[in-house]
């Protein structure tokens, strides 16, 4: 289903990318600040700490990099709107981002 089996090396090149030096997760998650408070609080739930701190800014993360194909690929999807408008410079680092993705995932094919 992946395109590998799974005694075979795989390599995701677009994990490899420079992230964008903006804060992204606040840009996809505009209230992961107050979320964040409202857990520390007296009636807050410290169950929502590993979402908060961990999986939304990796969630976040997979959506950016993964992003560099979906502008490149369907630049009028709203997930490349989404993100063209909420982050800061976000379609000039994905279009930077996907030479240097490209020639990374080249580079690993060819030492296979």
Known sequence: MAGFSKHEQWYVGHCCADMPTVDYVKYLFPDIDNWKKEMNGKFGDKHAYNMLYKLLPYLAGVAVQDSIYWLHD??????????????????????RMLPVVEEKMQTCIKLR
């Open 74 to 95: 369907f630049p009028n999807h709203e997930v490349s709107v989404y993100l063209k408008a909420q982050i800061p410079e976000y379609e000039q680092w994905a279009r």
